[in-house]
C-alpha cells in the first residue's frame, strides 16, 4: 500500500506547483485531483495543456493517482443520466491524456419513488458502459461507496453485481456507516473482491477501525493507494507529515 493525497480539501486552493511541493516535501507519493479545484486538470484543457501536466508530473516522484469527478449516475431523468455518463467519459479520456490510473465516480443517493432494484440496475448499467469505454483507454473506474442509501455497502455490492465489468472497481470510502460491533470486516467483506482504490480520513478518529481496515486491505493482497481525504489546515505541511508518520504505524504488519 502507498499513501496519497484527495485534494479534497486540504489542497483545494492550491495550484499544480504548489501540490507537488507539498507532496514531495512531505513525502506523499500521489494524487488524486478532485474535479473544481485550483489545480485547474479539467476536461477543458487544450491537448498541449495535458501533455504540459502529464510531463510535470513524469519530472516528479509524485503519481498523478486519479481523477476525482462528481459524476453520478441515479437520477431518473433519462437527459441527466445520460448528460453524466458522457461527462464521466470525457474525464476518463483527459485521465489517459495526463498519465493517471483511474477515475473516481459515485452514486450519491437513491431517489425517493424509485424502487431501489432500478436505480441499482441502472448505476451497474451505467459503469458498464464507462467500463467498456474506458477499456480503449487503459483506464480503471472507481465507485465511491458514497451517498444516501448507496453508502450501504450492500447496495454497492449490489451494484457491483450489475456493473461485472474488469475496469469497473470499488473506492473504499471510509464511512461511519462501514462499522458494525466496532469492525468493518462484515461490510468490507461485501466488496473485497472489487476494491480498487481507498480513501481514508482522520487516522485519529477513534470511532473507526483504521489498523483492523489496513490489516484486511493486506490480506486481500491489496498493492493500491490509501489517499488521505482531509480538511484544511493553516499548517498543511507539519499536519500532513505527522499524518504520514501515524499512517505508517497503523499499516505496519
Keep these: 500500500m502507498r499513501l496519497g493525497l484527495v485534494t479534497y480539501n486540504i ?8 501540490l507537488l511541493q507539498v507532496c514531495e516535501t512531505v513525502g506523499i507519493e500521489g494524487v488524486e485531483l478532485r474535479t473544481t479545484h485550483r489545480h485547474g486538470v479539467e476536461p477543458t484543457l487544450s491537448a498541449e495543456e495535458r501533455q504540459g501536466v502529464r510531463q510535470r508530473f513524469e519530472q516528479t516522484r509524485v503519481k498523478l493517482v486519479g481523477l476525482g ?3 453520478e449516475f441515479h437520477s431518473p431523468n433519462r437527459d441527466e443520466l445520460q448528460r453524466q455518463i458522457e461527462k464521466a467519459k470525457q474525464f476518463i479520456v483527459l485521465a489517459h491524456d495526463v498519465g493517471a490510473v483511474g477515475v473516481k465516480v459515485r ?7 424509485v424502487p431501489r432494484e432500478k436505480t441499482i440496475r441502472q448505476i451497474g448499467e451505467a459503469l458498464r458502459e464507462l467500463g467498456d469505454f474506458a477499456t480503449g483507454f487503459g483506464i480503471e473506474v472507481w465507485l465511491e461507496v458514497h451517498g444516501r442509501g448507496t453508502s450501504d455497502l450492500s ?3 449490489a451494484i457491483m453485481e450489475v456493473a461485472h465489468h474488469p475496469q469497473v472497481g470499488v473506492c473504499w470510502n471510509s464511512n461511519r456507516e462501514d462499522v458494525v460491533d466496532g469492525s468493518v470486516k462484515a461490510n ?12 481514508i480520513n482522520e487516522l485519529w478518529r477513534e470511532d ?8 484486511l486491505l493486506r490480506e486481500a493482497n ?13 499548517d498543511a505541511v507539519r499536519l500532513l507529515r505527522y499524518y504520514r508518520a501515524l499512517w505508517r ?3 505496519r504488519p
Design 11 to 18: 489542497a483545494k486552493d492550491w495550484d499544480l506547483e504548489t
Design 69 to 71: 469527478t462528481t459524476c
Design 208 to 215: 473507526y477501525p483504521w489498523r483492523e481496515l489496513f490489516g
Design 155 to 157: 447496495v454497492i455490492q
Design 107 to 113: 452514486p450519491n443517493a437513491l431517489p425517493e419513488g
Design 222 to 234: 491489496y498493492e493500491g493507494w490509501t489517499m488521505a481525504e482531509i480538511p484544511e489546515s493553516s
Design 249 to 251: 504505524e497503523l499499516t
Design 188 to 199: 468490507f467483506e461485501k466488496v473485497r473482491q472489487w476494491v480498487r482504490h481507498a480513501h
